[in-house]
């Protein structure tokens, strides 16, 4: 492999791994740093063969243990370890807050050495449950430090001071972006969040699981226009933070009746409690993001619904997945098949 000059972390998960073929697309060198605890080997695999193969790597490591002193020098570092599904963090709420934190402040310290600028993946998370509507990136959030969502909007939001502070006393560029629910191929089946949920269930045709009344809202951002969005922040000039997310909103129930219409399937609405600290509204402002990086998202909801859709049509084993709270053991996901 030639010197990478790209380092992602959490690049075996779904949003890494999309950024990892856009950066060899475009002719970078990759390496990634993955635990696998909600990543997995096989979201790269396609590159073994590619011709791509000889700029890039992945290794296995846990971002809060000491990071390989052996790392060749690094130009760019694209920080998205962390698991984002609120059913997989709340199960692991002390390794989450970890990963934000001590994590990051390995991967700070990776970029002073290196001379390397830093993007940090932050989350619409910081607002908590919004009281301002829709969330620019003045709005100083509505989080509850103590509730099960805070091992995760907490600890995204001591990241974005630790990148702060990092960067006022070692001068070390940060780049900082506030992602609003991405989805999109590569989401785990048994991930949890709500548009891998619904899709798998419409798939086999059992009943949907809408939480609460199903009207709170989000507003779902197409992966390959989130990516996009990552690598324009990353080689702009200003440190953020910046929103990137489609600023079109549905309720939960609309996506549910979305995911019932493409698919075709005839399984039933089923509700299910409201978690605990569940946001009512999400809605970004992308002002920043438009004026910045010219960015807008450009793939609509039931685009991009269709091909997620299409990708788990396609998955050998839709049948045998487990559900969220089982299958999450980061061990028994650990593999030796490193590219
Ligand atoms: N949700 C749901 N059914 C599911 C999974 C999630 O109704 O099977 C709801 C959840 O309560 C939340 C929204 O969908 O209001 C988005 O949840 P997700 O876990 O995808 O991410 P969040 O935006 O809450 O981080």
């Known amino acids: ?18 950024l990892c073929d856009r950066l060899l697309a475009r002719g970078e060198s990759v390496l990634v740093l993955d635990d696998f605890s909600t990543g997995h080997a ?9 011709p791509q193969r000889d700029r890039f790597s992945l290794r296995q490591h846990d971002v809060t243990q000491p990071w390989p002193a052996d790392l060749p020098p690094l130009r760019r570092i694209y920080n998205l ?6 059913a997989y963090y709340q199960q692991h709420p002390v ?33 908590g449950d919004p009281e301002e509507h829709p969330q620019a990136e003045t709005y100083r959030g509505h989080v509850n430090p103590l509730g099960p969502r805070a091992c995760y909007d907490e600890g995204k939001r001591v990241a974005e001071t630790m990148c702060m502070a990092w960067h006022r ?11 609003f629910n991405s989805y999109g191929p590569r989401l785990r089946p048994g991930d949890g969040r709500v548009v891998s949920n619904f899709v798998v269930q419409a ?9 609460g009344d199903g009207r709170q809202t989000r507003s779902f951002c197409y992966v390959d226009d989130t990516v996009e969005g990552l690598l324009r922040m990353m080689d702009s000039a200003i440190e953020g933070p910046i929103n990137l997310g489609n600023p079109v909103e549905y309720s939960v129930l609309e996506l549910a009746e979305q995911v019932l ?13 409201l978690p605990p600290d569940d946001p009512k509204r999400r809605r970004p402002d992308i002002a920043r993001a438009r004026h910045h990086l010219l960015w807008s998202p450009q793939v609509s909801l039931e685009d991009g619904l269709r091909e997620t859709i299409g990708y788990f049509r396609r998955l050998p084993d839709l049948d045998g997945v487990q559900p969220f709270s089982t299958m999450n053991d980061p061990m028994a996901n650990a593999s030796s098949e490193v590219l």
């Open 81 to 86: 370890a962390c698991p984002a599904s609120p």
């Open 261 to 273: 219409r493409l698919t075709g399937s005839r399984s039933a609405i089923e509700r299910r409690p």
């Open 95 to 127: 390794q989450t807050t970890l990963t934000s934190t001590l994590g990051l402040w390995h991967a700070l310290e990776a970029a002073r050495r290196h001379g390397a600028r830093l993007l940090q993946a932050s989350t619409s998370e910081v607002y």
């Open 203 to 211: 798939l086999r045709g059992e009943p949907l699981t809408v939480y």
């Open 42 to 50: 096989s979201h790269l695999a396609h590159l073994a063969d590619s």
């Open 1 to 18: 492999m030639t010197a990478p000059l790209a380092l992602v972390t959490g690049g075996a998960g779904f949003l890494g791994s999309h």
């Open 169 to 179: 006393e070692h001068g070390t560029e940060v780049r900082i972006v506030r992602l």
